[in-house]
């Protein structure tokens, strides 16, 4: 089998992301580790971080169900926090809602304790080689 | 114009949590005025798509999450609790592999609740932008204004 995209990614390895396959579905697990806190005071995870494990998932869902030989580049993204990160594993999950020859679109959720707790949700579109 | 106070903290403001200082970045002061700039060096290990070398995208919108909190930061000269609301990236370009970037942003509206946000990131030229990004923040955090605007 062959390893997950992420893995061989190098930012999603500084973010150590672990990705489980569930029949077409991935779920993302970010781990927690000190280097993604933000603010220290809470303490909290950089929004960025979610927002970095948003993007991967939403991009390796997208490589998942069009393989081609580039990755999907992302076109735009938007983020909303719903939720302070706290400093515990941050789960994602992304679908595509719709992906036409050039463009995908897709909505992705992060949760921690409860997948109907949303800390940060995530729409996005991606560019499919076939827009090259 | 923020006071010296604020401007003083601005680099601590940049790197100084956990986070900020793992990706190494940088405050490389205020520009006209009101725009903080902030810079994260080029490195392997920021890198998105292996084959090309370019920075990844998750990294760009960390950064200009970042410095938008630093521009609602200067807007309110004063160092309160903020938290990003919602945040839309556009990503026009490719960063150019092996080159730092910069990010850049201003906040153009500030009320007593939300601070409007644009910003921008750039090799060299602000006006050949990687990625451009349109923020709203929850300030006055410390009453739970974040649990208030997810409910």
Redo the contacts between chains.
């Keep these: 089998m062959t390893p997950p995209l992420l893995d061989r990614l190098p930012y999603a390895r500084f973010l150590d992301l672990r990705t489980q396959m569930n029949g077409d579905e991935l779920t993302v697990v970010m781990p927690f580790a000190d280097r993604l806190i933000g603010n220290p005071m809470l303490p909290a995870l950089h929004g960025g971080s979610t927002a970095a494990l948003l993007e991967m998932t939403a991009m390796a869902q997208v490589a998942l169900a069009f393989p081609g030989a580039r990755l999907p580049r992302p076109i735009n993204v938007t983020v909303a926090y719903l939720r302070t990160g706290r400093p515990r594993d941050v789960f994602a999950r992304a679908s595509i809602s719709r992906a036409g020859r050039r463009v995908a679109h897709v909505l992705a959720e992060a949760w921690q304790d409860s997948r109907d707790q949303p800390i940060a949700s995530l729409t996005a579109h991606f560019l499919l080689e076939d827009g090259a | 114009m923020a006071d010296s106070t604020l401007i003083d903290i601005l680099p601590q403001l940049a790197s100084?949590?956990?986070?900020?200082?793992?990706l190494g970045f940088v405050f490389e002061g205020l520009h006209d005025e009101a725009s903080p700039r902030i810079r994260v060096p080029y490195r392997?290990?920021?890198?998105?798509?292996?084959?090309t070398g370019v920075?990844?995208?998750?990294?760009v919108?960390?950064?200009l999450?970042?410095v938008g909190g630093l521009a609602v930061w200067v807007a309110m000269d004063a160092f309160q609790?903020v938290?990003?609301?919602?945040?839309?990236?556009?990503?026009m370009r490719?960063a150019e592999p092996g080159r730092d970037l910069f990010a850049q942003a201003r906040c153009f509206r500030l009320t007593p609740t939300i601070a409007f946000v644009r910003g921008w990131a750039f090799e060299d030229d602000p006006s050949n932008p990687v990625a451009a990004s349109q923020a709203a923040y929850v300030v006055n955090t410390s009453r739970s204004a974040?649990?208030e605007a997810?409910a």
Excluded at chain 2, 44 to 51: A, N
Excluded at chain 2, 83 to 91: G, P
């Design positions: 100084g949590a956990a986070h900020t200082h793992a392997p290990e920021w890198i998105g798509d292996p084959d920075l990844a995208g998750g990294l919108t960390t950064l999450d970042h609790p938290a990003t609301l919602d945040l839309r990236v556009d990503y490719a974040k649990t997810a």
